[in-house]
């Protein structure tokens, strides 16, 4: 499945300070019995502007609080939506920090019986720290009061403080033991907040003394557990960030409040601090563009950056990296988990989703797809968050909130059972391991991989293969199709002017990713196809090369298919649409000469792709009628079909500089006869899904015109009913193709078609007299050819036995030499004088006259045309080979064993004539 385009969620408010101003974008919670829960909603924070709050399922704004135009945020803001208890009202309380000072804006509904809900709002300055606050969050608590939540607030610098619900009050406010240690080189970059009942499942999993520790003298269990709080630290005032550098330390945070004089264990117990491993081949991150998330369900710790994506598992004894992928040459602006296994990040030039445990792109979009608006149509993409339930990944660009629908990615699975992603089958042909080409063989070190792949043998063979792509890939550049087809012919050698020779399918592989290329162009001059931003298209066209290439059966649309694959990795490549291989010939040639030479090639098209050449066809050949004279009658219109003036028809091919007549019913014919050799279900399903109406018709005129120059609906001694142009008729068509695809045609309109078409007061395809009429005139053809194929068979009976003759005839060069007689002047005549040739509705005839009495021949045989009684020819001779019946091995016979046989061999029929 392909990854669609993002939705627009909503329009951001710009920050007040362009150059400056920033926008802080956090998930919002809701709080029941003390269990804090992630509702579908985001809170935006904009600075000098407002804090918004928009739901992502509808999507809408839910609510807004306007704030001062000096305002600047120091963090993402925190919103929570709770119920209050003993009453109906609802209360949503979001909390920002502002310079100095910790904000809040309380929103509630009922309870009055108002439906305008009551905003206030009330602030936290804060006296004893000047370092800014890199969090808010909140702490549960077991209070039957009407608050019951804390607000939890760290600051840069390692100060953790906790305000009550409303701001008015400081519970407690310390820079812990631990954090003081470090202090002085590392500063806190992120923090997270996490359930004690989240945290057992998962982080304490592996470690019951640290959870015996964090739940401290409590004794039952679900009553006052308390909260722990994740801090992530890093070296101050560094660029560059190695990983053994950072540390993460672990604390509990009660529910309820310890009382005054208490030490600090009795607020923050200190849990553990551990430093991040070293990551193989990444030992230093730019802290300009990383960012750290926290899975509460897996207990990892990921750490997304512009090479990659690293998750460090923080419920082993010590962190250990569980999964990773690293691309030294992209560039992220974002990484976000979206399950175990699977993450989505916005690169340089597209937007995938990557399988960290196999290294493989499973689904992409180029980021020109990702709407923007304005002047923001360059500005990188940044993931706020992923929902799990709705399958919704929510990102930010410029002004834009984003939705990135994945629920159709995955299969459909029970309620209780989690769908599975990650399997190794998925990831097969789409590995990121490395940026170079398996086409690509040069390296200080050949790569045994790589030369087996192309079939090499030797590094000789693979130096001289990286010469000739270096070079075609020049050709390519310059649009040399001459120097190409050079470089071709000196490569492979005799390879060309023999088709049946077998050529490894990886090279040919990379002379189409060079011939054929994929526009990233929503303009597409593809109107019939489904619209896609994807187009195929013709970069050159060696025509020797590609005229090989169609001998061999390597010039298909499956095959172009897998070369643009490997050549855009890592973008996974999204399903050319229909007709793409067609329509890129016609857009490189309007002649249709490249079109007809795929078509009759070896490769047997699909019947979409056939579909949709007919009707591009159709139209072409309608289109082209239109231009001439109203009364000359056309083979292809809505009406009848009718004659062409030869010389009109010349003198528009001629003087056109589009396709002639000639190539487009070539093209017509050619196509008609490959579509017959697919099953007819499938044929008439396709002709149903691409051709409207009114092209099935012209196709049924078409297949009519055909039936009645071919002989079919006459008698062999009536003229031709209609003396058409060649060209309409070239190639012929054969009985049962015209036969299969007119049943095809019919069954795609099916009865409903006929019936509604055939309505009094229809207006489709001009009149339903029109409709009749073709009804009874095919009924007409019918019979005609049914007559024509009894008279047929009974022809046949009656010379079966001289059939079953001619067919057992070996036709040797010495015995038709013998039966030509060349004069002097070089004439050939039979040498028969009862032999004659006559012409006859355009058939050559040879009529053999009966021999008159006194001829030489008259008495006996009648010059020999009696059949021998076996009714087969005689042998002219031993076979060389012979079959073993035991096994059907084909051996040679030996000189002595043919020479037996012939003396063996009987002699012809002899004949005694008794006359009494």
């Known amino acids: 499945m392909d990854l669609q385009p993002p939705s627009v969620l909503a329009h951001l408010p710009h920050p007040l300070h362009a150059s400056s101003g920033k926008t802080h974008i956090a998930e919002v919670y809701s709080l029941a019995d003390s269990k804090k829960r992630k509702r579908h909603e985001v809170v ?205 330390q672990m604390f509990s945070v009660p529910a309820n409040v310890s009382a005054q004089g208490r030490d600090e264990s009795q607020k923050m117990r200190h849990l553990l601090t551990v430093t991040m491993p070293e990551v193989e081949g990444q030992e230093t991150i730019e802290r300009r563009d990383s960012q750290w998330y926290f899975h509460v369900g897996s207990a990892g710790l990921n750490l997304s950056f512009e090479k990659g994506y690293i998750n460090f598992d923080l419920s082993q004894y010590a962190p250990t990296v569980t999964s990773k992928f690293i691309l030294e040459n992209e560039d992220f602006s974002s990484i976000l988990r979206i399950s175990p296994q699977s993450v989505i990040g916005a690169g340089q030039s597209m937007i995938a989703v ?55 990615s995955h299969t459909a699975a029970p309620s209780l059972k989690r769908p599975r992603d990650g399997l190794l089958i ?156 067609a329509q890129a010939l016609v857009d490189s040639d309007p002649s249709l000469q490249r079109l007809i030479d795929v078509l009759q090639g070896r490769v047997l098209s699909s019947p979409d792709e056939l579909a949709y050449i007919l009707k591009l066809l159709i139209n072409t050949a309608r289109a082209r009628s239109i231009s001439l004279d109203e009364e000359t009658p056309k083979a292809l219109t809505n009406g009848e079909p009718t004659l062409t003036d030869p010389s009109t028809a010349l003198t528009t091919t001629t003087t056109t500089p589009e396709a002639s007549l000639a190539n487009i019913f070539l093209a017509l014919n050619t196509t008609l006869e490959k579509l017959h050799h697919h099953p007819l279900p499938a044929t008439t399903t396709s002709i149903r ?31 031709a009913p209609v003396p058409v142009p060649a060209e309409q008729t070239q190639p012929p068509l054969s009985l049962p193709t015209i036969i299969s695809l007119l049943n095809a045609s019919i069954d795609a309109i099916g009865p409903s078609g006929w019936i509604s078409a055939s309505a009094p007061g229809s207006t489709i395809d001009d009149s339903p007299i029109r409709d009749q009429e073709l009804i009874a005139d095919m009924k007409s053809e019918i019979s005609a050819a049914l007559a024509g194929v009894e008279e047929a068979t009974y022809l046949k009976g009656i010379l079966h036995e001289y059939l079953g003759y001619a067919h057992s005839v070996v036709r040797s060069f010495s015995a038709t030499t013998s039966s030509v007689a060349v004069d002097a002047s070089g004439s050939e005549t039979p040498a028969s004088a009862l032999v004659r040739h006559e012409k006859l509705n355009g058939a050559d005839l040879m009529i053999f006259g009966a021999p008159e009495e006194g001829d030489e021949g008259f008495d006996g045989d009648a010059s020999g045309k009696l059949l021998p009684l076996s009714l087969k020819a005689a042998s002219t001779d031993v076979s060389k080979t012979k079959i073993k019946l035991s096994t059907g091995e084909v051996k040679t016979r030996t000189s002595r064993e043919i020479g037996y046989l012939r003396r063996k061999a009987a002699g012809k029929y002899s004949f005694e004539r008794l006359i009494v």
């Open 44 to 248: 935006v924070a904009v600075d000098g502007e407002a804090v918004n709050i928009y739901n992502i399922q509808t999507p809408k704004l839910v609510t807004s609080y306007a704030l001062p135009p000096q305002s600047t945020f120091s963090c993402q803001p925190c919103s929570v939506r709770r119920k209050v208890p003993n009453h109906a009202a609802v209360k949503r309380q979001t909390y920002v920090a502002v310079k100095q000072q910790i904000k809040s804006f309380v929103e509630e509904h009922g309870g009055n019986g108002s439906s305008a809900p009551v905003i206030s709002s009330s602030s936290y300055t804060v006296t004893d720290s000047d370092s800014p606050a890199v969090f808010l969050g909140i702490v549960p608590t077991e209070s039957e009061e009407e608050g019951s939540f804390d607000v939890l607030a760290a600051h840069q610098d390692g100060r953790v403080r906790r305000l009550s619900s409303d701001l008015e009050t400081q519970q407690w406010s310390l820079r812990h033991s631990e954090i003081a240690k470090t202090s002085a080189t590392h500063e806190i970059r992120s923090c997270f907040l996490v359930e004690f009942e989240d945290a057992k499942k998962s982080l304490f999993k592996r470690r019951q003394d640290l959870a015996a520790l964090a739940f401290g003298n409590l004794t039952e269990s679900g009553v006052d557990e308390p909260s722990v709080l994740l801090l992530v630290s890093e070296p101050t005032g560094s660029t560059q960030t190695k990983l053994s550098d950072v540390k993460v």
């Open 689 to 719: 899904s691409v051709l409207s109406r009114t092209e099935i018709i012209s196709m049924v005129h078409h297949l009519r015109l055909s039936l009645a120059t071919g002989g079919y609906t006459s008698r062999f001694t009536e003229p």
């Open 354 to 408: 990557y399988d960290t445990q196999y290294k493989s792109v499973q689904r992409s979009i180029p980021v020109d797809d990702v709407p923007a608006g304005g002047a923001g149509a360059k500005a990188r993409t940044t993931f706020v968050s992923y929902f799990a339930k709705l399958g919704v990944a929510v990102a930010a660009k410029n002004n834009t909130l984003l939705a990135f629908d994945l629920s159709t």
């Open 426 to 581: 998925d990831a097969i042909g789409r590995g990121i391991g490395s940026s170079a080409s398996q086409w690509d063989t040069a390296s200080k070190k050949h790569r045994t991989d790589n030369i087996t792949s192309l079939g090499f043998t030797s590094p000789k063979q693979a130096e001289q293969w990286n010469q000739v792509t270096a070079y075609l890939r020049k050709c390519a550049a310059s649009k040399d199709a001459d120097g190409f087809d050079h470089a071709v012919r000196g490569y492979f050698g005799k390879t060309l002017n023999s088709p049946d020779r077998f050529v490894h399918p990886e090279r040919t592989l990379f002379l189409l990713s060079l011939i054929f290329s994929l526009q990233e162009d929503a303009a597409s001059e593809d109107k019939l196809s489904a619209s896609s931003s994807s187009r195929l298209s013709i970069e050159l066209w060696p025509q020797q090369t590609c005229k090989w290439l169609i001998q061999i059966g390597h010039l298909s649309l499956s095959n172009i298919e897998i070369a643009l694959r490997r050549s855009i990795k890592p973008r996974v490549l999204p399903s050319l649409p229909a007709g793409s291989l």
